[in-house]
């Protein structure tokens, strides 16, 4: 019988024993991952207070570039040394290497999946929602994707090929090897932002047909690559029995290139969520994520504001005043609860209105101020009324942010919690005052922003 190998590897029978030994030591990887999973979710439903302001003020700083706080960029770093720390220890030929990198990508898979989608249990142990973590889901797919890469290059170095096509357990490493670099490049920012679509129909059926691959590939991977298949199925399945509403959505036109849109539904939505819109007749198999500008309690009607972007946003903007059926799903998003806060501070810039109106509705009674900035006073006809506090760049010159925080938080001594929506850069100005707060000392504001884009 021909020899697998292209390029025989050092090994007799005490190779077995070495990938044994690194596969008793990736057990304490996988605890060690399960823990830090587990310990995040303890801190963020405790009332853990911050030991110490200066370093949480450090933390919270966020990094503009990268559009995250240095803690979660720490974050990043601890946990991708810590992956290849056990990568590489005691590692002592590039075989040995390739276990180790595949086992530990897909130990990840899991948790990557779980990161990744809309229901699953992880949201609910973290209490927030999938958009809040989904920069954790890119890095640690970024992580998955090189190890594979890695493993996949040496194997193709050591291994005859037509070796490898002739067997079934490499032909399905050699599949969900392909569906992740598929997956990785399809994620580059710049191709996922020119054909999101594409990039979204490579994620959906690329991680399928990976984690089945997996699956198949190697056995010791089974439990991980069935949790993550568990995940995925789940989450689907949820989504299509639960979350899914066939709708009229009545289409009207408004000031600044807006659509703004009116719907009946049952969908049990509570202030600050989002939905998925697909409108029918209007790049009909797209399916793209809105606020919900109405609060149930005051109104049976979902509303939207949907500022014309691109594709499928300038399309519903051109339907002008019209009536379509459409597909909801959700609602997705997780407001913070609102304890024995002293003040809500509710900043909106632009079409970021359509998150914090269903909230200044929700808390009327309570103390809470209000701002919402928009270029020109005709924005205001978004909204079904009109509400105080508005700022209009366009007579009024652009705000100083910081020190309307300033005079609304008493300098960062009140307890108060901020919850924004609007242009990245007026969230970044925000948040970094904030931090600046707690560099002081000030640790009773707390501050949440509702992203449009990630
Ligand atoms: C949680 C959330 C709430 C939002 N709420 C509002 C709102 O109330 N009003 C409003 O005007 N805009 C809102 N947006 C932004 C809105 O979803 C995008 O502007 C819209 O999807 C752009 O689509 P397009 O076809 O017009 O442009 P495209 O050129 O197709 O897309 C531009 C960019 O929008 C993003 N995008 C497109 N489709 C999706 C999708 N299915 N999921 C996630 N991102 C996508 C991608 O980053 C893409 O690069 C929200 C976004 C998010 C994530």
Not at 240 to 269: F, H, M, N, Q, R
Not at 275 to 284: K, N, S
Not at 326 to 353: C, F, M
Request: glycine share 8%; aromatic share 12%; net charge positive.
């Amino acid at each position: 019988m021909d020899s697998p190998f292209r390029v025989q590897p050092p090994f007799g029978p005490e190779l077995q024993d070495i990938v044994d030994y690194g596969h008793e030591l990736l057990k304490v990887y996988g605890l060690c991952i399960g823990l830090i999973v587990a310990g995040s979710a303890v801190i963020k439903r405790s009332s853990v207070k911050a030991p110490n302001g200066v370093i949480l003020g450090y933390l919270k700083y966020q990094m503009g570039k990268f559009e995250e706080s240095r803690g979660t960029i720490l974050f990043i770093f601890a946990y991708v040394g810590l992956s290849l720390i056990f990568c590489t220890y005691s590692v002592s030929h590039p075989v040995v290497l390739m276990f180790r990198l595949g086992l530990v990508a897909t130990i990840n898979l899991p948790l990557l999946y779980m990161l990744g989608t809309k229901r699953t249990i992880l949201n609910w142990a973290l209490g927030c929602s999938y958009e809040h973590v989904n920069t954790l889901h890119r890095w640690c797919g970024v992580l998955v994707v090189a190890m594979i890469a890695v493993h996949a290059a040496i194997s193709l170095y050591y291994f005859r090929w037509q070796y490898l096509i002739r067997n079934r357990w490499s032909c399905m490493g050699i599949v969900s090897g392909i569906c992740f670099a598929l997956i990785g490049i399809s994620s580059i920012p710049a191709f996922r932002s020119k054909c999101y679509e594409l990039f979204y129909g490579i994620h959906l059926l690329g991680s399928l047909i990976a984690v089945v691959g997996v699956y198949l590939h190697y056995p010791i991977a089974r439990p991980y690559a069935g949790a993550a298949g568990c995940v995925f199925l789940f989450d689907r399945l949820f989504r299509l029995l639960k979350d899914l509403y066939v709708v009229k959505c009545e289409i009207s036109s408004a000031y600044a290139d807006t659509a703004l849109v009116k719907i009946k539904t049952k969908c049990p939505w509570k202030a600050g969520d989002h939905i998925y819109l697909t409108v029918w007749g209007c790049r009909t198999l797209e399916s793209h994520p809105f606020t919900i500008a109405s609060n149930k309690k005051n109104s049976d009607h979902m509303y939207l504001i949907v500022r014309a972007r691109d594709g499928f946003s300038k399309d519903l903007y051109k339907l002008g005043n019209t009536t379509r059926m459409g597909i909801i799903h959700g609602p997705y998003g997780r407001t913070p609860k609102v304890n024995k806060l002293e003040r809500i501070i509710l900043i909106a810039g632009g079409s970021g209105v359509a998150f914090t109106y269903p909230l200044l509705q929700e808390y009327a009674g309570m103390d809470v101020k209000s701002l919402w900035i928009i270029r020109d006073r005709r924005c205001t006809e978004w909204l079904p009324e009109q509400i105080g506090d508005l700022w209009v760049t366009a007579e009024q010159g652009r705000p100083d942010i910081t020190a309307i925080l300033d005079e609304w938080t008493n300098n960062g001594h009140d307890n108060c919690l901020i919850l924004a929506c609007g242009p990245q850069a007026l969230l970044t100005s925000m948040e970094n005052h904030v931090a600046a707060y707690y560099s002081k000392g000030h640790c009773s504001v707390k501050f949440h922003k509702e992203k449009f884009d990630w």
